[in-house]
Every structure is written in structure tokens, then in C-alpha cells.
């Protein structure tokens, strides 16, 4: 599930580049906290949240065979062919009026046509199609016992949920709880600030969508930093520092982690948890093949594979990590045809993607996808048939096709269609089941809305509109998730949530009916 912020990578390329700097510095340097972004399940890569994949063979690797990194440069990408003429430059005004005018409901819920499930203030709640209502499926800590101690803040109380992940078809899940923490914090004169020493305490749950029934799978975790549910829902992969009950605070990024698997059982039969793999400083994945026998992941040493049918995992890349430069992977979706995995690829003050075939041990680049500080960072995603949808702003927003050339080493670009002025930020873009293509223009003009396109030799229409930017916080870019049909988007920013329907109709402020305030994760069944 995708963490609910404009610009997460972006908050991880600050974080490395103060790492790298530190570098140079004779005092022992600390790695970046750990934070948790997790990354889609694997069978949301290809056909977009909520679609079940369609997968040809699986190069399921034997437990014998090795994959070294000998991928070595990433080659040079071919020249893009020239954009379209872009549309006219969007001027300077003060932020007008959402158009069209926003709705807000205080009494119920406007129709969706799927079921839309959150992870909010600790708590997992459904929006349920059939019945309009929202539901709670694992409460989080008494909201009485929700009291911040400004000298100490928390990220999460005692009692929330801290980590969701969803199977593909959302009838099953797996979640962690927290059940206890202790936090303080510690001057470090070296560093110049004071820093966070954290112990925690979860259960790992699994959990039925369809009767409600819930098990606790693991008893007790420490420090859990991620879960992951197979497509099958037969296995549950978890990130912890271990099993057995450490009581003294560490700082997070000091943390050893280990990624554990077991089988779910369907909750009442749950298998013991197996360490599969430990972590230099912290694992970051954990992410299942579409044929749940595969789990990648990464930590600041290399990008790792495990097979369930194998004892050890693999290694597919190594990092490289000095003091002019870095050079991580992070794993982010599975192509259909279940051997290229689209990466996240971190260097100095950048990120951009790349994909990496398995069986041939291949990493090519994916053009222009580099990004640095940006309220609008490039988003790239796999298409059904394997290619990949670019959605890029600058220097104008446009939607992309690109085709993976595995004998050359590089991508080709196919199509592509400028649907924006300049200025304005492509966002939540999504290849929708019928084949159009979805996404939200966000600007503090008028035209920041939600729009849909039936194909990129076509012009796009707008739909809906979505809150304007305001010119003294750009980047305050609001989060919008399509419906896989394309009925609507999820729309919501730091104070209000929305629902834009695509069939005509105001933006509808459901903020009042909603009731849990920020969200932290939105996922689409």
C-alpha cells in the first residue's frame, strides 16, 4: 500500500544525500531512519490496484542457481522522439474557487463502485460499496488514550494498526499492532540534535475481509517495519528485528532487521515464522512474485530473492555505497509476464527508475525518469502487456508508453501525448481496467482537476476538479487515487477528504462523514 504524501522518494533522497554528506565527517555516522513506505504488492504492478494480474511462466529460480550481480553500467537509454507542442503556459494567480464548486455532505456517502480501504489514525476501515457505509475492520488505540506528549511525540499509540497489506482480490489481510513501546530521546552533541531510541512491540494479524475473523499469526515482533501478503494469500512475509522480546530502546537506524516468512494456514493453521534473510541496517520490500513464490527486497547492501522452495535467499544486485556516490534499488512493482521487476534506483540527490530482468540478469535504465526535489516526481508503472506508463511534468505534463528492449539494454518510448499546460503537475495517474488511462492535473489554477483519456491519440477530458495548490505551499500537492474502472478518485490533503466522480457532479467534501482525519494509506478492491 502506498504511503498517502506528495513526494515520499523525495523525503528518502534528502535523507541519503545528508547520509552521504555525513560522510566526510571523522564522527561515526548513523544510516537514515528507517521509514515506512511501503512498497505495492506485486499484484498491483501490472494492472493497477485491484486487478487481478494475468501471468504467463514464472522463472522460478532453483535454490542452487545464483544470481550474481553482473549487471555492471546501466546502458544509455535511446533518444525520446520529440513531444507534441505543448499547451499554453499557465499564468500566476491567486488560488480560485475548486471548479466545480465543492459539495460537502455531512449525512452519508456518495456511490463507488469498489470498496476502498484506508489505514487511518491506527485503525483499518472499508468503505463499502454495496452498503455506502464505512466500516471498521481492525479498530486502533481508544481515541481518549490519543494524547501526545509534546516533549515526546509518538508516530503511533499503543493499540494501532501500523502496517496493512491487502491480497490482490481484497478478501484477505495481513496487519501488525502495536501492543507496546517505549521511546525516548538522546543528545547527540556530534549530530546536533537529539536522537530517537525506540523499542516496540507488535502482533502480526491475519484477517479475513469477507467474515471478519481475525487471527494473531505472531504473537509478539519486535520493531516491525513491513508486512506483505502473497497474491494467494498463502504466505505472509514480515520485517522485524526478532522474536524474542528486547526490552532496551535503540535508535531505528541502528536496528539490525530480519525478514521473516511463514505460511498464513488461512489464519487459524499459521505456520512458525522462518528468518529467511538479515538485513544491513534495514530491509526495505518486502514485495511477493505474482506466482507467490518469489519475495524480493533490499537492504543497504544488495537487492535479495528468495524462493520458497530454497533455504538462502539470492542476491541480484549489489549497492554501492562511498563517499562520492550511492547506488541503491529498491524493488517497487512485477511486470506481467513475471520476470521484469521495475526498481527504484536512489544515487546522490536523485532518484529515477530502472528495470531488472531476472532469468538474464539484466538492469537497464528507464530514460528520464530522474527526479531530485519535486512536488511532481516522474511516476512510472507497468502496463498489462508489459510496457510501461510514464507520467511526467516537466517539462510539461505527458503520459507515455515505453517497450523494454532487453537485447539492447535500454527502453523505447512508443507513444506519447502532452495532456497539460507547463506548470502544471501530472498526478495519479492509472491505466484503468477498460484501457483508458486516468490521472489529475494539479495546479492553483482552475483547471487542477481529474481527468480521463480514451487513448494517447486523443485529447483528454476533464471530469471533476480537485483543490487547487496554493502558490505559497506548492509543495502541498493533494493525493488522488483512480477506482480502477474510472468512476472516481480518492482526493485528500493534509485537512479534508473528497470523492471526484467521473460522471458528472461537484467534488464531494466527505470530510464530516469520514471522521478519521489524515490518512496514511488507500487502497482500492
Given at each position: 500500500m502506498n504511503a498517502n504524501h506528495a513526494t515520499p522518494r523525495f523525503v528518502l533522497t534528502l535523507l541519503l544525500a545528508w547520509l552521504l554528506a555525513a560522510c566526510a565527517s571523522p564522527t561515526p555516522i548513523p544510516t537514515p531512519p528507517v521509514l515506512n513506505i511501503p512498497s505495492p504488492p506485486a499484484s498491483e504492478g501490472a494492472s493497477g490496484e485491484g486487478a487481478a494480474p494475468t501471468t504467463a511462466a514464472v522463472p522460478t529460480l532453483p535454490p542452487s542457481e545464483t544470481t550474481a550481480a553482473t549487471a555492471g553500467a546501466t546502458p544509455t537509454a535511446e533518444a525520446s522522439p520529440t513531444p507534441e507542442e505543448a499547451l499554453p503556459t499557465a499564468t500566476a494567480a491567486p488560488t480560485p474557487a475548486t471548479n466545480p464548486a465543492v459539495q460537502s455532505t455531512t449525512t452519508g456517502l456518495p456511490p463507488i463502485s469498489q470498496d476502498?480501504?484506508?489505514?487511518?489514525?491506527?485503525?483499518?476501515?472499508?468503505?463499502?460499496?454495496?452498503?455506502?457505509?464505512?466500516?471498521?475492520?481492525?479498530?486502533?488505540?481508544?481515541?481518549?488514550?490519543?494524547?501526545?506528549?509534546?516533549?515526546?511525540?509518538?508516530?503511533?499509540?499503543?493499540?494501532?494498526?501500523?502496517?496493512?497489506?491487502?491480497?490482490?482480490?481484497?478478501?484477505?489481510?495481513?496487519?501488525?499492532?502495536?501492543t507496546s513501546q517505549?521511546?525516548?530521546?538522546?543528545?547527540?552533541?556530534?549530530?546536533?540534535?537529539?536522537?530517537?531510541?525506540?523499542?516496540?512491540?507488535?502482533?502480526?494479524?491475519?484477517?479475513?475481509?469477507?467474515?471478519?475473523?481475525?487471527?494473531?499469526?505472531?504473537?509478539?515482533?519486535?520493531?516491525?517495519?513491513?508486512?506483505?501478503?502473497?497474491?494467494?494469500?498463502?504466505?505472509?512475509?514480515?520485517?522485524?528485528?526478532?522474536?524474542?522480546?528486547?526490552?532496551?530502546?535503540?535508535?531505528?537506524?541502528?536496528?539490525?532487521?530480519?525478514?521473516?516468512?511463514?505460511?498464513?494456514?488461512?489464519?487459524?493453521?499459521?505456520g512458525a515464522p522462518q528468518a529467511v534473510g538479515t538485513c544491513v541496517v534495514g530491509c526495505f520490500g518486502p514485495l511477493w512474485h505474482l506466482e507467490s513464490n518469489l519475495l524480493v527486497w533490499a537492504d543497504h547492501a544488495a537487492l535479495w530473492l528468495f524462493n520458497t522452495a530454497a533455504s538462502q535467499p539470492e542476491k541480484l544486485l549489489d549497492h554501492r555505497y562511498n563517499e562520492n556516490d550511492i547506488e541503491w534499488y529498491w524493488p517497487v512493482a512485477w511486470a506481467n509476464n513475471g520476470r521484469y521487476l521495475l526498481l527504484d534506483e536512489f544515487r546522490f540527490e536523485s532518484q529515477s527508475s530502472a528495470v531488472y530482468d531476472v532469468p538474464s540478469q539484466t538492469l537497464l535504465a528507464v530514460p528520464n525518469t530522474g527526479n531530485f526535489i519535486t512536488p511532481y516526481p516522474t511516476e512510472v508503472q507497468w502496463m498489462p502487456d508489459d510496457r510501461l506508463l510514464i507520467a511526467r511534468s516537466n517539462p510539461q505534463p505527458q503520459l507515455e508508453l515505453w517497450r523494454v528492449d532487453l537485447d539492447g539494454r535500454t527502453a523505447i518510448q512508443e507513444e506519447t501525448r502532452v495532456v497539460g499546460a507547463t506548470g502544471q503537475g501530472l498526478i495519479g495517474a492509472r491505466h484503468l481496467t477498460d484501457g483508458r488511462f486516468a490521472f489529475a492535473l494539479s495546479t492553483a489554477e482552475a483547471s487542477a482537476g481529474t481527468y480521463l483519456l480514451t487513448s494517447l491519440s486523443e485529447e483528454p477530458l476533464r471530469v471533476n476538479g480537485i483543490p487547487p495548490t496554493s502558490p505559497a505551499d506548492p509543495f502541498a500537492v493533494p493525493h488522488v487515487l483512480w477506482a480502477a474502472d474510472g468512476s472516481g478518485a480518492w482526493v485528500s490533503t493534509s485537512t479534508a477528504a473528497y470523492y471526484a466522480p467521473a460522471s458528472g457532479g461537484a467534488l464531494c467534501e466527505i470530510s464530516a462523514v469520514w471522521g478519521y482525519g489524515v490518512v496514511q494509506t488507500t487502497v482500492w478492491r
Open positions: 476502498l480501504y484506508l489505514l487511518a489514525q491506527g485503525s483499518l476501515v472499508r468503505w463499502n460499496h454495496l452498503t455506502g457505509q464505512i466500516e471498521t475492520l481492525l479498530a486502533g488505540a481508544d481515541p481518549a488514550s490519543r494524547v501526545q506528549d509534546p516533549e515526546n511525540p509518538v508516530a503511533n499509540f499503543v493499540g494501532d494498526i501500523t502496517h496493512v497489506a491487502i491480497s490482490p482480490d481484497g478478501q484477505r489481510a495481513t496487519a501488525a499492532r502495536l517505549e521511546q525516548t530521546r538522546q543528545p547527540d552533541e556530534a549530530l546536533g540534535f537529539d536522537r530517537l531510541l525506540l523499542y516496540q512491540q507488535h502482533q502480526i494479524l491475519f484477517v479475513d475481509l469477507v467474515s471478519g475473523e481475525q487471527w494473531v499469526m505472531v504473537p509478539r515482533a519486535d520493531n516491525v517495519q513491513g508486512v506483505a501478503i502473497s497474491p494467494n494469500a498463502e504466505r505472509v512475509a514480515f520485517v522485524a528485528s526478532g522474536l524474542s522480546g528486547e526490552t532496551t530502546p535503540t535508535a531505528p537506524e541502528e536496528t539490525a532487521q530480519v525478514m521473516h516468512v511463514l505460511t498464513t494456514g488461512g489464519g487459524s493453521g499459521a
